[in-house]
Structures are given as structure tokens and as C-alpha cells.
């Protein structure tokens, strides 16, 4: 297996971490006499983030105390990561924490995006033994960084192309097959929407179908939303708004990276993974306002915002998941601002409408430490997006309950007995001591229902 670079199996060489929540420092603190004095004098008292670090003899590091705070946030290691330097270190004292919880937080502090940078990035690496969990806890660490490297590179280098190009080679590595449907093809495929938005930008639009698995044992629909950029077609886009949406792309990086880890795992699954890749661009052939586009779903949309355009190559790719009758049909999109004024950049939202699943996924969200939050399929409010002269139109003419109607949107080109959208941000503004950007939202509760599920 690839070792992650902020992991490694073994040294001879570690600092020792201990890890203290508020409640076990004040209850005992079982240090050495030297360290109590030099955490007393640095006033530690297990406050979350809080570090001490003492010096050997040599003049090295010796040993690192920080704080869990009250113990609830399954990523407070990523504030210590994110501020130590290049060198090994090995958990002494966990905390109380899950390892799990402690690997995802130092890999989420020690990510660096150096892709463009002269010199590379050097994380501190902590020790994770070999075996079933290290290589649980590595898998989930290559998806997390890759989900991220996706999302933070620019559209200029992750466009429709190279979206295909992460597919591929992730059908390669694990042995799966990849249909793609290209340009003026996607209207002989009946893929129409899919068509209309991307059919304006350089690079040609695209429906990426991998298949993977025993094809009689239960299908799992993977669905995520690729937009490599989004300039709001001719509803343009402010500049401020337009600046983040390199990252429009998020949905798919999280199905591509939810995929990967299924196969990594091999679960014993017939996985599906259905990516519309497109550019929604602008040119003299873009889709306008008061357009009406057939679907695959054979239901007319009438364009009232071409900034609304996620939610149209998802009804194509719902309607197509649909058809084989999965056991459990799963989406990720960057489909709305309005999720992030209703639960913030850190909560993911999901919908659905099966109790069971709801239940799992928030079980999922408790094990994983990767909080999510359900939020309601309310039928009244498919009456915002009724037109006069198409089946639906894409988007409310209300500014009010905007992820609940985009997801009522969805929900009319879905057949499956069991669906979850989840509308995600897919970045996150500075914290634990990091810059800003790509972050894996939702990623990891779904993963934690998805292996309970089929494992």
C-alpha cells in the first residue's frame, strides 16, 4: 500500500504526543515531574489546541502535550499537525480518542496543496503501525488528500479532461471499466442537460460511467456533481462569487473519492460511479435564461437562472442511476449557498427520505467523528419550481429555502428505492492553524455507513 506522506509504519526516532482533554488534566496528569513543571509554567491546562513542547537534552524535541479541550471535535489534532515541523512522532498518550479520529485529524493539519510551489511541502509524519486498521486509517487518508488535491487545483488543470483522467486511472488501479460519452454524443445518449451546460466551453462535456464489482451482488450509485468551473453562464457571476468556483467541482471529487475507498476495501458491492463533467461556460451557443431543455428523465425544465445549471447534469445522472435499480443511490454536490447560511462550512447537509438510511448515515456521522445534519424533502415546496410551460423550471424564483427546493428538483428524476443527496461545500476557511481550501465534507460519515452497511 502507498504510504500517505504525513504517515509512516515505523521509527526509531518519534517524539512522543500526549494527548490531554481539560476533565483527565485536572483528574491526573501522569507526566514526569520536568514536564508537569514545564506545562504548569506554560499554564496548560488541556484547553483545546493548546501545545507545550519540551527540549532533550540535544537541543531536539522531546516530548509534546496538547489539548483535547472538552474532547468533542474528532479533528482537534489537526491544530497540532498543522504547527509542528518536519519529524516523527508517535501517540504516548491518546486521550481517550478514537486512532482514527487521530489520524484524520493529523492528516487534515498536515495536508499542504504544493502543487505549484518551488519548494514541496515536509509533514511531520506520525507513526501508524502496520495491519487492518493502519490500513484502514491509510485508505481513508489517500481519499481525503486526493478529494482535496482535486478540488484546490484550478480549472485550467482540472477541467472535464483531467476529471476523466482521475477516473481513469482510478479504473485502472483497481480493475473497474469506464464508459465515457463525449460532445454532440451525449444527444444520441440522451443526455440532453448534460449537453446544454457544458456545451459552450473549450473542453467538450462528458457522462463518465465506471463500473466495478460482482454485478450480482447489490448495486451501489455513486453520483457527483463536476462542474470544473462555474462562471454563472449568462446569469454571470460577480467576480467575488466567481472566485472559488474552481472548487464547483467538490461533488465529484467526494463520489471519486468515496468510490475509491469501496474498491480500496474491496466491499463486496457492484459499484457504480456516475460523473457529468462539464464547463458551464459562456459563448455565442450557452444555454439562456427561458430555455427549455428536454431530460433523460423525459421531464422539460424551463431555465430561469443559468447559475443554476448543477442541478440539471445531476437530473441526467440520477435519472441514469436510477434505471438499474440500485440498492442504495448516493450524490454529492456543491449545489447551494444557501446549505452554508443554514448549517455553516463544517455540517454537511443530506436529504432523504428513507428513515433507516437517515438513521445510519447520522450513525455514520457519531462513529466518524464527520458531522452531518438531515434536512427535509418538503413536498409543499415543489410548488416554487412549477413553470407555465415546462415540467419544471430550475430554479425558485423565492430566494427562500434554496437547498430544500434544489433538492426537491433532484428528487424528481430519482427512482430509486433508496437515495441521499448531499449538499456540500467543499472547502473550508481557515482553521486549525491551516490556509484556507479544499476540504472533505460528509466524506467520512458516509464512508462509515457505506462499510457498515456492506461490510
Not at 466491499?267 to 457504480?272: A, E, F, G, I
Not at 432523504?352 to 455514520?364: F, M, N, P, Y
Request: net charge negative.
Amino acid at each position: 500500500m502507498t504510504l500517505h506522506p504525513a504517515l509512516i509504519t515505523t521509527s526509531d526516532k518519534a517524539t512522543s504526543v500526549h494527548l490531554y482533554t481539560a476533565a483527565q488534566w485536572r483528574s491526573g496528569k501522569g507526566l514526569s515531574p520536568a514536564l508537569q513543571a514545564l506545562a504548569k509554567a506554560h499554564k496548560f491546562d488541556g484547553k483545546i489546541g493548546q501545545m507545550v513542547i519540551s527540549a532533550a537534552d540535544d537541543g531536539a524535541i522531546g516530548d509534546v502535550l496538547f489539548g483535547l479541550g472538552e474532547g468533542t471535535d474528532a479533528l482537534a489534532v489537526a491544530a497540532l499537525s498543522a504547527k509542528l515541523p518536519d519529524g516523527d512522532y508517535a501517540i504516548a498518550r491518546d486521550g481517550d480518542y478514537p486512532m482514527a479520529h487521530i489520524a484524520a485529524g493529523w492528516i487534515d493539519g498536515a495536508y499542504r496543496f504544493d502543487r505549484y510551489l518551488a519548494k514541496p511541502a515536509t509533514p511531520p509524519r506520525m507513526v501508524i503501525e502496520a495491519g487492518a486498521e493502519g490500513d484502514a486509517i491509510r485508505r481513508e487518508a489517500a481519499a481525503v488528500s486526493c478529494l482535496r488535491d482535486m478540488v484546490n487545483t484550478p480549472a485550467e488543470d482540472m477541467g472535464p479532461n483531467s476529471i476523466q483522467a482521475v477516473i481513469s486511472d482510478l479504473a485502472k488501479q483497481h480493475g473497474a471499466t469506464l464508459e465515457t460519452t463525449l460532445g454532440d454524443a451525449l444527444l444520441e445518449a440522451n443526455y440532453p442537460m448534460v449537453h446544454a451546460v457544458g456545451r459552450a466551453a473549450q473542453q467538450e462535456p462528458r457522462f463518465l460511467e465506471l463500473s466495478w464489482g460482482d454485478e450480482t451482488a447489490p448495486e451501489l450509485a455513486i453520483v457527483g456533481k463536476g462542474v470544473a468551473f462555474d462562471t454563472g453562464g449568462l446569469n454571470l457571476k460577480t467576480g467575488s462569487s466567481m472566485r472559488l468556483m474552481k472548487k464547483d467541482m467538490g461533488g465529484s471529487a467526494h463520489a471519486i473519492a468515496l468510490a475509491g475507498l469501496v474498491m480500496a476495501a474491496n466491499l463486496p458491492v457492484h459499484l457504480k460511479l456516475y460523473v457529468p463533467a462539464v464547463e458551464n461556460a459562456i459563448s455565442g451557443n450557452a444555454f439562456r435564461p427561458g430555455d427549455v431543455l428536454s431530460s433523460r428523465k423525459g421531464l422539460s425544465v424551463e431555465i430561469d437562472n443559468t447559475d443554476a445549471e448543477g442541478r440539471l447534469i445531476l437530473g441526467d445522472a440520477l435519472a441514469r442511476a436510477s434505471e438499474s435499480d440500485p440498492d442504495l443511490l448516493i450524490d454529492f454536490a456543491t449545489l447551494t449557498g444557501a446549505a452554508r447560511v443554514a448549517l455553516g462550512p463544517d455540517l454537511a447537509p443530506f436529504y432523504t427520505d428513507d428513515e433507516a438510511l437517515a438513521q445510519a448515515i447520522l450513525a455514520g456521522a457519531q462513529s466518524s467523528g464527520d458531522p452531518a445534519w438531515r434536512m427535509p424533502l418538503w413536498d409543499p415546496y415543489l410548488s416554487m419550481l412549477k413553470s407555465p410551460i415546462a415540467d419544471l423550471v430550475n430554479s425558485a424564483s423565492s430566494g427562500m429555502a434554496g437547498s430544500i427546493t434544489a433538492a426537491m428538483f433532484l428528487k424528481q428524476f430519482v427512482d430509486a428505492s433508496r437515495w441521499v443527496h448531499l449538499d456540500i461545500w467543499a472547502w473550508r476557511m481557515s482553521k486549525y492553524g491551516r490556509p484556507e481550501g479544499g476540504a472533505a465534507c460528509g466524506l467520512r460519515a458516509m464512508w462509515a455507513m457505506v462499510e457498515k452497511r456492506y461490510a
